[in-house]
């Protein structure tokens, strides 16, 4: 029965796939409930204009449309204010919104929340970048319509929505008006308890004019306080008869008629563009209808067909530049496709924008942009569009005046610091700690400038504005940062804060510094290539901005210098000075089932009190600029910060993929991978009805190039080195590099390249260099697993026993407490974690560190058998139910694996309690304290195990739960596996949470 039922549900979830067409996205529903992250998921844009999937005919509360251009300026109230604190805010407004198109039947308004909603489905078109949707309603008088919509915002228009408009008749019978509407927009979305969501705007859009100009409509806005100006016009084609037109303060209608009968449609094309000014641009409110009247003119004439024949054709040169697929997994690569196409489709293409967090398909983070459109959005369409990429620096250079301000407004007298998040190029944000502090901005963009010029090739670029914004940006890190006496002259930065900002205003912050060191050394080559190939060029940027001729050299000290320490304890390298010194943070309150971060329930100052991490920037430095660092360094900091880490940050999840895929654990970097796959569809962070989270669908794709497909951007040539995760048979994507594309295609015979255009391309494939010419394929096998620390064959695994296998630590200390109290010898709380490992005869001497008394020979021998009694009494009553979970299954793993195993114990009852447990079959050779001299640390035991079994000690894994275990098992020349935490073992080459978490794959080497 439990087969039947286990393969029907197989046949269910492989039908279930075998329905979903990976290039339509599409939700049905019969109710209101999640209209709101609906209409982020379905929302339109084209990285001027966006526009939420509201309905036409119905005023949703959380609809909008949007334009990268329109914002306000508000100012921000402080009761202290400071020096350098941000003074006003950018806020991205909701426009007035043209979808609307009011029904009425028979005079009478169609009010859909007073009907039944018979069917109701959502559909996006990923292939043809359009947005489509059919209700069937009946009224409460009985009347059934079925209401057909499709819009879509053309790639290469500045601003314009097109609407194709179907209403017909099940069984209704009279009357359809259709009224066409242009409506200022409410107020933007008062921000509560979540600063995510919302703002305190003063001021706003407010309407300046509006009117009717022949078929067309207009209406004019305009801000208070940023004096952007905005018009709005429509016009419509329909069969249907034109009436009167309505204006009121707020509003344009136009209105349509037609008799309507069971079987018979009315179609309506409705056409809305926009124009708008820069801040400040006076230009009257009628010429810049006309302006938007001559867009919408041109739009109209082409028609919805010929726009959207346009679009099909612009989407087909994108996919075929993504070339994306996941063999047998249709919903993950449609998952892939919705999120590559709201990041593509929400990009500015011209360089007046970049990407927000919330692209333009929602009010959350108030249109603002970060420094994860460098980080996260950007690579990927650096993979997939270069010029969009380009257009994203583009964006950072005409900012950099502003980021030049704000340099001055933080105390440095030269150079240029990008706000942290911001519209306009200031600083927009009002809490200075985890705002302004975050230095690292500078530092993003000079990856993704390397990134863009490495990749795309175009040194015309970086001649006329990437070597200004990287040496403005380079000049302030010699300016916030300084080489230490202290610490043998590094270059030491003070005072910032990183991405993780649960912990702010620190000390040498890995990421910052390790990306700084990245940042200064390329700013210094760009200078010495500048004055070499381009000398006038240099002559002029150096003039302008007044650069010495010294400052390149000091660049490049800096780096050299850069303080980037590894801690001797745990062997991780410290998020920043002060982070492994303070406590881990409860799990209780790390984790109590809310979607809110902790950001909104704790008080930032108990955050920063704790080692705790909203994402990790250790584990990001590593995927960003980690080429030099090995991978056992990199597991050893995986491990450590991702218990850590609570990914409150929708960006946290790509990158512990990433470097999870890096570190050779697929399995878990497929994990990860699901979880920013579905931020948004899942809604996961509660969030997404207030707009998708750009970062975090760039980070799904990220996941997949540079995780398993192990994409490298820094290199004159691509680097990849694939793995295939178990839940697939195989995927591919594309990537464009220079003048050719490159089809990565991965399954269980190997890794494929296709170079489908270009004359030819070197790539690199696991450190093996490959020349590709047109139409060529070449095959290479998968990368294997060896990128675990573990960097030779084991044949043998040699386990602890106490606090591996069975947790007899207690029951040791709880003897050693008992004989102590007798003697009346004092202990300390911490004596248990001191007599980890260590033989009875040690733990004797640390017993009586403190005693009232001396003891000689014969009565210490007595005390330790008086306390091995005490011990034997209660292991007596051990049994199978005492072993540690997953220790049996460990331990016969690796017995199944056909490799030997080993005890190593320093418990001269070792042979008694593996009976007591039932697992004495399991060992091949068994090693306790009565058969070696040397308690651990010395490696006598382990040695002993490896000799027993005959086997080389290099060639055994050692098991451990104690630090002495540790260096025990490296002191006989084997690698070491810790159980417990990385405070304690973190000398070992992996740190496992408990024995069930022991899988002899992840240490194998082929």
């Not at 810790?978 to 899988?999: Q, T």
Request: aromatic content about 8%; hydrophobic content about 40%.
């Amino acid at each position: 029965m439990h087969e039947a039922t286990t393969t029907d549900a197989h046949d269910a979830r492989t039908d279930a796939q075998a329905s979903i067409d990976p290039w339509r996205f599409v939700r049905r529903r019969t109710a209101r409930a999640g209209f709101a992250q609906d209409e982020s998921l379905f929302a339109l844009a084209n990285g001027h204009l966006g526009v939420r999937a509201g309905l036409e005919e119905d005023r949703s509360p959380s609809h909008g449309s949007f334009l990268s251009g329109i914002w306000e300026r508000t100012p921000i109230e402080y009761h202290e204010r400071f020096p350098g604190f941000a003074r006003t805010t950018d806020t991205r407004l909701p426009i007035a919104d043209g979808i609307g198109i009011a029904l009425q039947l028979d005079g009478k308004p169609l009010d859909l929340d007073q009907g039944e909603w018979l069917d109701f489905e959502r559909c996006l078109d990923l292939r043809h970048g359009r947005y489509q949707r059919r209700l069937r309603w009946r009224s409460p008088q009985g009347a059934t319509l079925e209401i057909e919509s499709e819009r879509l915002i053309p790639l290469d228009r500045k601003a314009v929505l097109a609407i194709r408009y179907r209403v017909r008749s099940i069984d209704a019978d009279g009357e359809l008006s259709l009224h066409s509407q242009l409506k200022s927009a409410g107020h933007a979305a008062a921000q509560g308890d979540d600063p995510r969501i919302g703002t305190r705007v003063q001021g706003g859009l407010r309407v300046t004019g509006r009117g009717v100009h022949g078929e067309a409509a207009w209406l004019t806005q305009r801000t208070t306080h940023s004096d952007v100006r905005l018009a709005c016009a429509q016009r419509q084609r329909t069969s249907a008869s034109a009436g009167a037109h309505a204006q009121t303060e707020e509003s344009v209608t136009q209105t349509f008629t037609q008799q309507l009968a069971p079987g018979q449609t009315v179609t309506l094309e409705k056409y809305v563009a926009y124009a708008w000014t820069p801040p400040g641009d006076a230009v009257e409110a009628g010429v810049l209808a006309d302006r938007a009247l001559a867009e919408l003119d041109a739009a109209a004439a082409q028609g919805y067909d010929a726009l959207a024949e346009r679009q099909s054709a612009l989407l087909q040169r994108f996919w075929d530049s993504a070339d994306l697929a996941i063999d047998g997994d249709p919903a993950t690569e449609q998952a892939l496709r919705l999120n590559l196409f709201h990041v593509f489709q929400s990009t500015c293409r011209d360089g007046d924008a970049s990407a927000a967090a919330k692209g333009l398909t929602g009010e959350g983070y108030e249109g603002h942009y970060f420094w994860d459109a460098e980080v996260f959005m950007l690579p990927a369409m650096l993979a997939t569009d270069p010029a969009l990429a380009r257009s994203m620096l583009e964006y950072r250079y005409r900012v950099l005046e502003p980021a030049r301000r704000h340099a001055r407004e933080m105390n440095h007298a030269r150079g240029a610091l990008f706000a942290w998040r911001t519209i306009s190029g200031d600083e927009c944000s009002a809490y200075f700690p985890s705002g302004s502090a975050q230095y690292h901005i500078n530092a993003a963009v000079a990856w993704a400038i390397r990134a863009y010029v490495e990749a795309s090739g175009d040194e015309h670029f970086l001649l006329a504005k990437g070597a200004e914004i990287l040496f403005e940006t380079a000049r302030v890190w010699r300016d916030v940062g300084h080489f230490d006496p202290r610490r043998n002259g590094a270059f030491c930065i003070a005072a910032i804060t990183g991405p993780d900002e649960y912990t702010a205003l620190v000390d040498n912050n890995h990421y910052t510094n390790r990306m700084a060191q990245r940042h200064l050394r390329y700013a210094a080559d760009v200078a010495a290539w500048l004055a070499e190939r381009h000398p006038e060029a240099h002559a002029a940027l150096a003039a302008r901005i007044d650069l010495r001729d010294d400052e390149a050299t000091q660049w490049r000290q800096a780096a050299d210098a850069m303080y980037l320490p590894v801690d001797p304890a745990t062997g991780v390298f410290p998020q920043d000075d002060t982070f492994l010194d303070k406590p881990r943070l409860p799990r209780d309150d790390a984790d109590d089932g809310e979607k809110r971060p902790l950001l909104l329930r704790m008080h930032p100052l108990t955050l920063y009190r704790h080692q705790v991490c909203k994402q990790a920037d250790v584990v990001l430095a590593l995927v960003l600029a980690g080429e030099q660092v090995d991978r056992v360094a990199k597991r050893r900091n995986l491990e450590y910060y991702e218990a850590v880490t609570v990914h409150d940050s929708t960006l946290s999840a790509s990158t512990f993929s990433v470097l999870a895929a890096d570190v050779g654990d697929v399995e878990k970097a497929y994990r990860y991978f699901l979880d920013t796959l579905r931020v948004d569809l899942d809604d996961s962070h509660g969030n997404a009805a207030h707009g998708v989270h750009l970062a975090a669908m760039a980070g799904s794709w990220q996941a997949l190039a540079w995780g398993f497909g192990g994409l490298r951007l820094h290199a004159d040539h691509p680097v990849l080195a694939p793995t295939l995760p178990a839940a697939w048979r195989g995927y591919r994507f594309g990537l464009r590099w220079r003048d050719a594309h490159l089809r990565v295609t991965v399954d269980a015979d190997g890794a494929h390249y296709t170079l489908t255009e270009g004359a030819r391309l070197t790539i690199e494939h696991d450190g093996e260099r490959l020349e590709l010419q047109t139409g060529q394929t070449l095959t290479r096998p998968l990368r294997t697993a060896q990128a675990s620390p573990f960097p030779r064959r084991f044949e043998a695994v040699v386990f602890d026993l106490d606090g591996v296998i069975a947790d007899t630590a207690g029951v040791h200390e709880a003897a050693w407490r008992r004989l102590a109290a007798e003697i009346d010898a004092p202990l300390a709380d911490d004596i248990g974690e001191r007599l980890k490992g260590v033989d009875r005869r040690a733990s004797l001497d640390i017993v009586l560190e403190q005693a009232t008394r001396r003891f000689d020979e014969a009565e210490r021998d007595a005390l330790a058998a008086r306390k091995n009694s005490y011990y034997r009494e209660r292991i007596e009553q051990f049994g199978p139910q005492d072993l540690l979970p997953g220790a049996r299954e460990a331990v016969a793993s690796v017995r199944a694996a056909g490799l030997k195993t080993a005890l190593a114990s320093a418990s001269r009852n070792a042979p008694l309690l593996l009976e007591r447990l039932g697992i004495a079959e399991l060992f091949d050779y068994v090693v306790d304290a009565n058969g070696i001299r040397h308690s651990k640390p010395d490696p006598e035991i382990f040695l002993a195990a490896a000799a027993g079994l005959g086997v080389e000690p290099s060639a055994c894994l050692g098991v451990e739960d104690a630090a002495a275990g540790i260096a025990s098992i490296h002191a006989a020349g084997m690698c070491a596996v810790g159980i417990g935490s990385h405070e304690a073992l973190g000398a070992a080459e992996a740190v496992l949470p408990d024995i069930a978490a022991f899988d002899l794959g992840a240490f194998a080497t082929p």
